[in-house]
Every structure is written in structure tokens, then in C-alpha cells.
């Protein structure tokens, strides 16, 4: 048996920090709209608490799950996540909000195939790059995993979700640049990836005007800018030191996703440039805190794995606070920790859990 | 512990992420830090709704301070769609009181906007019902209406208001800026579906009322244009009339009236082309011999001739193989240049325009401002129409001296007429006369500054003299004043057909004059379009302008002057000139060949007694008289016992009164056509016919004699 340590103390309380953070801003940034369509103005940050609450359990048990156990749990994993992904497709199993089917539910319980997937998807890859070792060198070798995470990436994009199609991609890119895989090849990926995004946005070409109304967002600023001129306006109202919590006024309807995708936005208009910094610096401390994990794990499974839920969060992180700012074309894509949406809080406080987990076994 | 490949890769990956993140922190501080002030101002002004409280609009006084335009409060009801809860029901509640469908009113209410309209300016008492429903998100504004006191007294002139209270036409429109005012607001912050927000920002911005506006109008000559207008409509039936008085020194128009006319209260009841035609500007016709004014100051101003030369008008003149006819047949003979203009001798005139050169002539009638618009403040002014000159031909040219192949507006023909009257100065004509503060401080005052000179002052007296002429002994007696020396020109001229040509038996009958001649205070022009029954510019058009005139310048206090001249008779009542004829024996003539023997002769008759053969007359045959005097031709029945035949006499020249009396003692009857000089009859003279038919014989005025 391994040396077991304490976890990663930094790690945990910028998680724990986060969530905090996004618990307070979850219930400003709702609490109006809650009010308006639901008549409670606690009803998102209660189910928001709630999901809290699982998710942390969760970061618990995993921290104390030895995660080797999950080598084996891979193929059933993947399987799974794969038959939800197709489930989720069926008209009258997935749940359509917003023109999207991207929810399951059962009872009162609903979650999100794509946030199972991105964990399944994780553990095969990190479990077969483990394997193979220096094979990644030769593009053969990576063929299962590019067909897999291309399939699961398609799968989502049929919701249709670019946003978490390209995050999950964008993932398993980063874990193969970690993994030592050869820069040309990687090139050569990066090409054949935007290729596919080209044809994407072919096929449904709502998605072009929609992506790059970032780029000049007051050309339509009732249509495609809408969002982001919104998000920009709140952004800008903070200035400095924000107009102080639950001072925001965007969230009052005029902002879309408040809670959810634009949640950075409210941070920016309430706390400031001084928060959104904040926010920032606990997000980069995570994804060092996570890397410094994956760089000393003891074995190469557990360096992809942590490498792999690392960006993962990062990657996300940065695509949602680059969307919100105007920065990156729009995709909806949650801030990990801090927007509201239980399977994805559950599933990312899963991921630091086992994270945490190989933290303990880091070896100096 | 991972490869030092894997170990270079993840310091790679978190050296990168650093840099991206970085760039993220750089953006943030881009929009936060340097334009944030920026973007909160927009953002604000975007949750903002503004709730405009209407400016009130600046009334309108005539130049003696006569309220003729103001506005009243009116409330306009509006509803705020998201806090109605049950559009339904209050759809049923209010549908009785605004008079409106409730389905209508229903779908207002359901719209998924902030804030709508559901009906502008409700009387007060609909209002104060509203008030006492109390009903949620319907919401009652003070807007004002605006209330023309006069009806539709200078209707042409305000102009009107479209429902925001935006001037449309008229002052209305043309200093719509200055009555306007700014309006106020009340702005609320709001979130994204119109409700008012927790800590919203409430501000009032308080309307500041419109300017007034004091026009040059008088309101009391205004109405006697009014009333001389509806006369002329009464009486003549005319497609359109128009009538403006001017002060010819300073060019402030005292009063201007159009027919057909419409009430500015109610513009939307009249058809378009009433309202938006303001004919006095907009109308484009030719003016006919009142042009005549503008040909003559250009040859006195030019030397080229002087009131004593003397013309000779044999009753026609040939201009490039054309040949133009003086209205009078026969024409007038030997004549000075005084004597032309007031005989308005068509022969004469075209002698001084060709005489006068196109170039001259070019020159005083765009010196007189024709050709473009005169700039008076009021929208939809015409340019009227010349033809442009290189292109002028010695035809163009002889026509257009008499008035003929060029479109003038009135308000251009009524300003050159005032130049005349001015000592030759031209003046801008204008409506406004001041911008006075709500607080009554006169913020501007609208210059009278003439704008040139165009012809010199001794000329244009000397031509105000022979304008007198036409009034005292020529074309425009009825235009005579009592007490005050009167000016002018008649003018008849027939209507351009838009296809090119005349349109036959329609004209244009106007006058344009001023008074006291010595010292001129008023000008007036009245345009007559299309006048049915009669249609000289003498006989239609002259006393109405005495009628305005008499009455402004009495009303203006104008001293009237005692022992002044008094008019000849008008020409179509006068005999011609006494000259020794000998009465030609007509006794036992048949009626019709005793009438052309002394027609012949320059006498006219009297019909006694009935019969077609003449059977005595007084004077007798052989005696010598002065012409024109009267034969009175005592009639018997013919000798073969009154047949149930006659002979049609011949009726040319006779006018309708006389030609109706030859033919009743003929036994016939006249069907008259027209009026003025009979010019042609069937059954033809001297044809024998029964008795008791009808005569068909045409009747045309002189003046028709000139061919275009």
C-alpha cells in the first residue's frame, strides 16, 4: 500500500472558497428572478445549497476512494454515460429547455449526461494513455481515444451543446499535450477540431452569427448581441469595487442566465474589478494547486487523471469568464463552482474530491 | 514522480493558462476600470424609461396680439401591460368609456412592451371617469390639444398639429421648433419587463413651454377676406380663389385666404388637397395683363419708353408669322403709352416688350423675384414657372409681356405689385412679425429691411400714376374706392391646360392694386380660379378688391380724401366715341336687315311694337347724330299678314341683352351661350325659320380675341 498524506489543504479551501463565493452569488444574482417566476426568492439557491451539500459528501467520499479502484470502473463508466448520451437524444426521455435536450429526469431528480460523460470520458482516456506510455508518440495509438471523445463530442453537439462539446474536446486536447503526445500531431488535431467546428456551424448556421456577435456586439443589439451587451453592461457598471452585494441591477431580468452562465457578469457589476480578480486568482490557484497534483502523483494514471479534471475546470473557467467578457465567441458553458446547475456542482466537486484523493499520494 | 516530458508539458500548461488568464484579468480591467463609467451610463439609460410630459405648445396671436392659436390640457389614457393582471376584464371596463373595441383594447393591454398608448387626449370628463376606476397600470398623462379660436380664419397661414401636437403644415410646421417647446420627462428605472425596480432612480425633468409666435395677419382683415371669399364663392362657383392683403413697405403679409378652405381643429375632414395646398404660394398660373405692371416698369426703368409716346393699335400685330389680336376689336387706334396700360392694349405692350429685348425683360422679371420662390415663411411655396431664357423666342417674348407663357404664384405677382407701390423697393414677404417668450420677452423680431431696389423710385411713381388711370378710366373701375386713390391692373387669362394649350372656356379673373396711391399702405392681390357666370379680372376680381380695401384701410384709420376723381363708366357699359353719323332710312325694312343697316352705321336701336318689318323710326332717315345714339325703330307685322315665318337677323356684335330683345320681337327665342359679345348664331342671318325657335348664338368676351 501506498504512503497516504493529508490532501491538498490550498486546493481544498480555494474550492471550498469558490463554492462560497458561489453560493453568495448564486442567491444575488437569482433572488429577483426567483421572485418573478417562482414567488420565492430562494428558490435557486436552496436547490443550489442542496446540490452543494451532495457535491461536497461526494468530494468526501472520493477523497478517502482510493482511486485506482476507478481503472476498473472505466468501460462501465463510459458505457453508461454513452447510453445516456443517446437516452438524452430520445424525444420524451431528455427534457428540451431552451431549444436544447440536455437533461434527464427521473422523478424530481434530473441531471445532465454530458457532465457523466466528461468524467467517463477522463477516466478512458487518462486509463489508456496511462497504458500505453510512450506508444502516445504514434498517432495510431491515440486512434480509440480520438474516436471515442469524437463520438461523445458529436453525441453532444446533436443536443445541440457546442459549448460542452468543445470544453470536452478541449479537455482531452490538454491531457494529450500532457501526455507528451508530439506537437505536430497535436497541430494536426487542432486543425481537424476547428474543421469540425467550421462544419458545425455549416450545418446550423444560426450558430456563426450568433458566435461572432462578440466581435461587434451593438450590430444587433436586440438579436444576436443581446447577450453580451447585457453581460458587458453589467460587467462595466461594477468599475473598481463593484456597486456592492446584491446591488446589481442587470440581473433584474435584463441579464439572460444571471445564475447560470452570465453569473461572472453579476460578480463583475456587485464586486468589482477587485472580485472578478478575486475570482480569477482563486481559479488560477486551482489549476495549480491541480497540475502541482498531477506532477507529482505517484504513477502516470494518476498525473492524467489530475491533469485531466484540472483543465477541465480551468478550461471551462476561462471559456466562461472569456464569453461573459466578450472576449471568446458565445457558448454556453457554466463557471465550474459557481454557477447554479446541480449536476455540474455534484460532478466538479466529485472530480476535486478525487483530485484531493491523489494529493495524498503525491510523492516528493 | 511523471517524465520530464509530462513534466515539461504540465509547466507548460500552467505557464499558459497564467498568460491566458492574465489576458482575461487585462480585458476585465479594460471594461471595468477604463470604460466602465461609460458602460454604466449605458447601461442606465437602458433600464431607464423615460415618460416624455409634453412641452405646451406656444400660441399664436395676430399682430395685435389676438389670440387666434392656443393650446388646452387634454389627458391621454396609457396602460403599463405587465401590471395588468387581467387585460380582460379591464378591456370590458374601459371599451365603453374610450369608444373602442374590446378586442383592441384587450391585445393593447396583453403586449409584451413596457408601457403603450391606449387613446390620446380623452375629453375631461372620460378622464375623470377613468381616474375613479382606479385600475392598475392604466395610468392618465396631461398632454395638450391644440384649439383653433377662429375655425378655419387664416387656416392656410397656422397650419395644424398632427396628434403628438407636431406642427404639419403652415407656422405650425414652418416654426414648429419654436412653438414646440422641450419637452419634459420622468424617468424610472425599470427592470427588463416594465416593473419598477427596489432603490430605482426617479428623475423629473420639467417641460419648458414653447415660444409664442405674433404674426403680421391682422385678425380683422383677415375676416373681411374671409368674408369677400365665401362671397366670391357664393356668386361664382369658382374652382379656387385667393385674396392677400400686404404692407408693401415692409412686406408683412396682413391677411391671406384661400378657397377651398378647411378647419385646422378638424384637418383630417378635409381632403389633402386642400390642406396641404396652400394656393397663395403653391398655385402656379399666368397672370395675364396684371403682369402687364412688371413690362412697363421695365421699359420706363430702361428708358425705352415714356408715358407720352405714342402707339398705334390697329387690333392686331405680327410676331413671327403669328398673328396676336388686341382684345378690342378694331383695336384702340391711336394711343399714348398711358393710354395702353390703361386700356391694357395687348398690341402696345408686346410693341414695348419686343421693343424691350429679351434680356431687359429677363431682367426685371427676376429682379421682381419671379422665376423663384419669394422665401416667405411658410412651407410648400412654388417657384412658378419661366421659360428658361435661351430658349426665349420673339413669340415667348411678345406673350410673356402681356402676361402670357409664364406661371407666376400669387405671392410673387402680389410682391412685385408692393415693389411698385414701395418706391420700387422689393420687400420679403413674411407672417411672422415676432418670437415672444412664455414670460412675454420678445426674443426675435423679423426684419422689414427691403430686400433691393429694382426699379427707381421716380420710375415707379410714374407708373403708380398710370396704374391710377386704369382704375379712374380703364380696365379696372370697379376696383374705384370711395375716398381713397386707387391703383391697379386687371388681369383675365385663360387656364393652362396641363397637357400643354388652354383649356377653352375656363379663366383666371384677378386684380392686383394698392392704396393710397399717394402714399400706399396696402396691397392686394385676388386671384379668381375657373369663375362661373362672368370672368374679367374687371368685373369678377376689381370689387372685391375694393370691398377688402374700403373696408382695411377704414378699419385702419386711413383719412379718406374728399373731391377726389370719379370713375368712367367700365368700357363694356360705355358708348363708343360720339362721333357725326347719318341715320340711314330703314322704314319698311325687315327687322334684322333695319338692325346690321344701322349697326353699319355706328347707331344702336331700341324695338317698339311687335312685328318683324319696321314701320316707322325716330330720328328720321337723313338726320345726322352722334354715333351710338339710339334709333327707336317702331315695328308692324309683315305685310303678307304676320306668316308663321321670320327671317333670323343677324346678332353679331350685339350683346345678350340686346340680341334677346331683337329676337322676342322676332318671335324667337334666344339660346345664349357664354357671355359677352355675340360672336356667332345659328340658324344662320337672313334665313327664313318659324317662328318661336330657338336661336343658338355664342357669346365670348373681347379679350378672348387674342389668340395664346
Known amino acids: 500500500m501506498r504512503k497516504k498524506r493529508a490532501p491538498d489543504f490550498l486546493l481544498f479551501f480555494t474550492v471550498l472558497s469558490l463554492l462560497s463565493l458561489g453560493l453568495v452569488m448564486v442567491l444575488s444574482s437569482s433572488e429577483y428572478a426567483a421572485l418573478v417566476y417562482y414567488g420565492d426568492g430562494l428558490y435557486f439557491f436552496k436547490r443550489q445549497l442542496l446540490h452543494a451539500c451532495l457535491g461536497l459528501a461526494a468530494l468526501f467520499f472520493f477523497l478517502r476512494y482510493d482511486y485506482w479502484q476507478f481503472r476498473r470502473l472505466t468501460f462501465p463508466l463510459l458505457g453508461l454515460s454513452f447510453i445516456f448520451l443517446i437516452l438524452v437524444l430520445i424525444p420524451g426521455v431528455g427534457d428540451t429547455s431552451h431549444g436544447a435536450q440536455r437533461w434527464i429526469s427521473i422523478g424530481s431528480f434530473s441531471f445532465q449526461p454530458a457532465e457523466i460523460v466528461k468524467f467517463g470520458l477522463l477516466l478512458f482516456v487518462a486509463d489508456g494513455l496511462s497504458r500505453r506510455g510512450a506508444e502516445v508518440r504514434k498517432f495510431k495509438a491515440l486512434l480509440p481515444y480520438l474516436g471515442v471523445t469524437g463520438l461523445a463530442a458529436l453525441l453532444i453537439l446533436l443536443e445541440p451543446d457546442l459549448g460542452t462539446a468543445l470544453a470536452l474536446a478541449g479537455t482531452v486536447f490538454v491531457l494529450l499535450f500532457c501526455a507528451g503526445v508530439p506537437l505536430s500531431t497535436l497541430g494536426l488535431l487542432g486543425l481537424a477540431g476547428l474543421a469540425c467546428v467550421g462544419l458545425a456551424i455549416k450545418l446550423e448556421p444560426y450558430r456563426l452569427k450568433r458566435l461572432f456577435a462578440f466581435l461587434d456586439p451593438w450590430k444587433d443589439p436586440l438579436g444576436a448581441g443581446f447577450h453580451i451587451i447585457q453581460s458587458l453592461y453589467a460587467i462595466g457598471s461594477g468599475g473598481l469595487f463593484g456597486l456592492g452585494l446584491g446591488q446589481g441591477k442587470q440581473k433584474l431580468l435584463y441579464l439572460p442566465e444571471q445564475h447560470t452562465d452570465f453569473i461572472f457578469a453579476v460578480i463583475g457589476e456587485e464586486l468589482g474589478f477587485i472580485g472578478a480578480l478575486l475570482v480569477i486568482t482563486l481559479f488560477v490557484i486551482l489549476i495549480w494547486r491541480g497540475l502541482r497534483t498531477a506532477l507529482y502523483a505517484p504513477d502516470a494514471f494518476g498525473c492524467y487523471l489530475a491533469a485531466g479534471i484540472t483543465a477541465g475546470i480551468g478550461l471551462q473557467a476561462f471559456i466562461n469568464i472569456g464569453v461573459v467578457t466578450g472576449s471568446l465567441p458565445i457558448t454556453g458553458i457554466p463557471l465550474p463552482l459557481i454557477s447554479y446547475g446541480g449536476t455540474s456542482l455534484v460532478f466538479t466537486l466529485a472530480s476535486i474530491g478525487i483530485l484531493l484523493n491523489i494529493s495524498r499520494y503525491s510523492v516528493r | ?708
Open chain 2, 1 to 708: 514522480m511523471a517524465n520530464i516530458v509530462i513534466r515539461r508539458r504540465l509547466a507548460l500548461l500552467f505557464l499558459s493558462s497564467l498568460l491566458f488568464f492574465t489576458c482575461l484579468v487585462g480585458r476585465l480591467f479594460w471594461l471595468q476600470i477604463v470604460k466602465g463609467a461609460e458602460l454604466q451610463k449605458q447601461a442606465q439609460e437602458n433600464r431607464m424609461r423615460d415618460i416624455p410630459v409634453e412641452a405646451k405648445r406656444g400660441d399664436i396671436t395676430d399682430r395685435n396680439g389676438r389670440l387666434l392659436v392656443t393650446s388646452v390640457s387634454a389627458e391621454s389614457v396609457a396602460a403599463f401591460p405587465p401590471q395588468i393582471k387581467d387585460p380582460g376584464k379591464v378591456a370590458a371596463e374601459l371599451a365603453p368609456l374610450l369608444e373602442m373595441p374590446e378586442e383592441k383594447l384587450k391585445e393593447l393591454l396583453s403586449r409584451r412592451q413596457a408601457f403603450v398608448w391606449l387613446k390620446r387626449k380623452v375629453d375631461y370628463h372620460t378622464a375623470q371617469k377613468i381616474r375613479k376606476l382606479r385600475l392598475e397600470g392604466i395610468e392618465l398623462y396631461e398632454e395638450s390639444r391644440r384649439q383653433y379660436i377662429c375655425g378655419s380664419l387664416a387656416a392656410h397661414v397656422l397650419g395644424f398639429v398632427g396628434v403628438d401636437n407636431q406642427g404639419l403644415l403652415g407656422v405650425e410646421k414652418e416654426y414648429d421648433q419654436v412653438l414646440r417647446g422641450v419637452p419634459g420627462r420622468i424617468v424610472i428605472e425599470q427592470d427588463a419587463v416594465g416593473r419598477d425596480i427596489p432603490s430605482a432612480l426617479h428623475r423629473f425633468y420639467p417641460p419648458r413651454p414653447g415660444d409664442k409666435l405674433v404674426l403680421t395677419i391682422d385678425e380683422t382683415i383677415q375676416h373681411f377676406v374671409e368674408r369677400e371669399l365665401d362671397k366670391v364663392v357664393a356668386q361664382y362657383h369658382p374652382a379656387s380663389a385667393v385674396i392677400i392683403v400686404m404692407d408693401p413697405k415692409t412686406g408683412e403679409i396682413l391677411a391671406l385666404g384661400n378657397r377651398p378652405t378647411f378647419d385646422p381643429g378638424n384637418w383630417q375632414k378635409a381632403p389633402a388637397e386642400v390642406w396641404n395646398r396652400n394656393l397663395a404660394i403653391w398655385q402656379i398660373y399666368e397672370p395675364g395683363s396684371t403682369f402687364k405692371i412688371v413690362t412697363a416698369a421695365a421699359a420706363l426703368a430702361e428708358g425705352v419708353v415714356r408715358p407720352e409716346d405714342h402707339f398705334y393699335c390697329p387690333g392686331y400685330i405680327k410676331v413671327a408669322d403669328r398673328v396676336i389680336r388686341c382684345w378690342k376689336d378694331g383695336g384702340h387706334g391711336s394711343e399714348t403709352f398711358a393710354e395702353v396700360v390703361q386700356n391694357s392694349c395687348n398690341v402696345g405692350f408686346i410693341q414695348v416688350g419686343l421693343k424691350l429685348g429679351k434680356e431687359k425683360l429677363y431682367h426685371y422679371i427676376r429682379a421682381f423675384g419671379f422665376g423663384k420662390p419669394t422665401g416667405i415663411d411658410l412651407p410648400g411655396e412654388a417657384s412658378g414657372l419661366l421659360i428658361p431664357e435661351d430658349k426665349v423666342t420673339n413669340l415667348n417674348l411678345a406673350t410673356i409681356s402681356i402676361g402670357q407663357s409664364i406661371g407666376v404664384t400669387p405671392i410673387q405677382l402680389i410682391t412685385a405689385a408692393a415693389a411698385v407701390a414701395n418706391g420700387g423697393y422689393l420687400v420679403h414677404p413674411h407672417v411672422v412679425k415676432a418670437i415672444v417668450s412664455p414670460e412675454g420677452k420678445v426674443i426675435k423680431e423679423f426684419s422689414s429691411q427691403p430686400v433691393r431696389q429694382v426699379i427707381p423710385t421716380q420710375v415707379a411713381r410714374e407708373l403708380c400714376k398710370l396704374l391710377e388711370n386704369v382704375v379712374l378710366k380703364g380696365t379696372g373701375v370697379k376696383a374705384y374706392l370711395d375716398g381713397y386713390r386707387a391703383a391697379g391692373k386687371t388681369g383675365t387669362a385663360q387656364v393652362v391646360s396641363p397637357k400643354g394649350g388652354y383649356v377653352p372656356g375656363k379663366y383666371v379673373a384677378s386684380f392686383v392694386g394698392f392704396a393710397p396711391v399717394e402714399d400706399p399702405r396696402l396691397v392686394t392681390l385676388v386671384v379668381i380660379s375657373e369663375p362661373q357666370g362672368a370672368y374679367y379680372g374687371g368685373e369678377v376680381a376689381a370689387p372685391v378688391f375694393k370691398a377688402v380695401m374700403q373696408d382695411a384701410l377704414r378699419y385702419l384709420g386711413v383719412p379718406p380724401q374728399e373731391g377726389l376723381a370719379r370713375p368712367t363708366k367700365p368700357w363694356y357699359e360705355q358708348v363708343p366715341e360720339s362721333k357725326p353719323v347719318k341715320v340711314p332710312s330703314v322704314v319698311n325694312l325687315p327687322v334684322h336687315e333695319a338692325v346690321r343697316a344701322l349697326k353699319a352705321a355706328g347707331l344702336s336701336f331700341v324695338l317698339e311694337g311687335e312685328g318683324d318689318v319696321v314701320c316707322s323710326q325716330v330720328p328720321q332717315g337723313g338726320a345726322t347724330v352722334n354715333a351710338g345714339t339710339q334709333v327707336v325703330l317702331n315695328l308692324k307685322a309683315t305685310p303678307e299678314g304676320g306668316g308663321a315665318e321670320v327671317t333670323v337677323p343677324d346678332l353679331g356684335g350685339l350683346g345678350v341683352r340686346e340680341a334677346a330683345v331683337l329676337l322676342e320681337k322676332l318671335g324667337l327665342v334666344l339660346n345664349p351661350e357664354g357671355t359677352g359679345i355675340a360672336v356667332s348664331q345659328s340658324p344662320a342671318p337672313g334665313e327664313r325659320v318659324k317662328r318661336g325657335l330657338a336661336v343658338k348664338v355664342k357669346f365670348a368676351p373681347p379679350e378672348l380675341k387674342t389668340p395664346p
